[in-house]
C-alpha cells in the first residue's frame, strides 16, 4: 500500500518547537517533491513550505520564513519540518504529501498522508 504518514504533532506552549515527521511506506520518496500544508478550523487549506526531490530548492510560506525549515534524507525516505517559535495561529492540523512540482499549490500535490493534529496553546 502506498501511503505518506505524519508523526511529530502534540501541544506545545506559544514560543515552543515540533518537529514533523513525513515517512513514505510502499514507495520511495527520492523522486518526488514533499511538501508540507496545514489546515485550520473555517481556513483554506494552505501550503507552509516545500522541499525538491533532491533537497536543493525549498519555499516556504511568508508567515514562517525563519521559524520552519524543511529538510530530507532520501536515505531514510523522510522528510522533516522542523518548526521553531511557534505561535497559536500556526494550530492546524499538518499534512504532508507528494508532487512533481516545487510549489505551495495543492492541486500540484497527488499523493497526500492523513495528517498530524499541531496545536499552540498556554
Known amino acids: 500500500q502506498l501511503q505518506l504518514v505524519e508523526s511529530g504533532g502534540g501541544l506545545v506552549q506559544p514560543g515552543g518547537s515540533l518537529r514533523l515527521s513525513c515517512a513514505a511506506s510502499?514507495?520511495?520518496?527520492?523522486?518526488?517533491?514533499i511538501g508540507w500544508f496545514r489546515h485550520a478550523p473555517g481556513k483554506e487549506r494552505e501550503g507552509v513550505s516545500c522541499?525538491?526531490?533532491?533537497?536543493?530548492?525549498?519555499n516556504y510560506k511568508d508567515s514562517v520564513k525563519g521559524r520552519f525549515t524543511i529538510s530530507r534524507d532520501n536515505a531514510k525516505n523522510t522528510v522533516w519540518l522542523q518548526m521553531n517559535s511557534l505561535k497559536p495561529e500556526d494550530t492546524a492540523i499538518y499534512y504532508c504529501?507528494?508532487?512533481?512540482?516545487?510549489?505551495?499549490?495543492?492541486?500540484?500535490?497527488?499523493?497526500w498522508g492523513q495528517g498530524t493534529q499541531v496545536t499552540v496553546s498556554s
Open positions: 522541499i525538491s526531490s533532491s533537497g536543493g530548492s525549498t
Open positions: 510502499g514507495f520511495t520518496l527520492r523522486s518526488y517533491v
Open positions: 504529501a507528494a508532487g512533481r512540482y516545487t510549489t505551495l499549490v495543492r492541486g500540484m500535490y497527488d499523493r
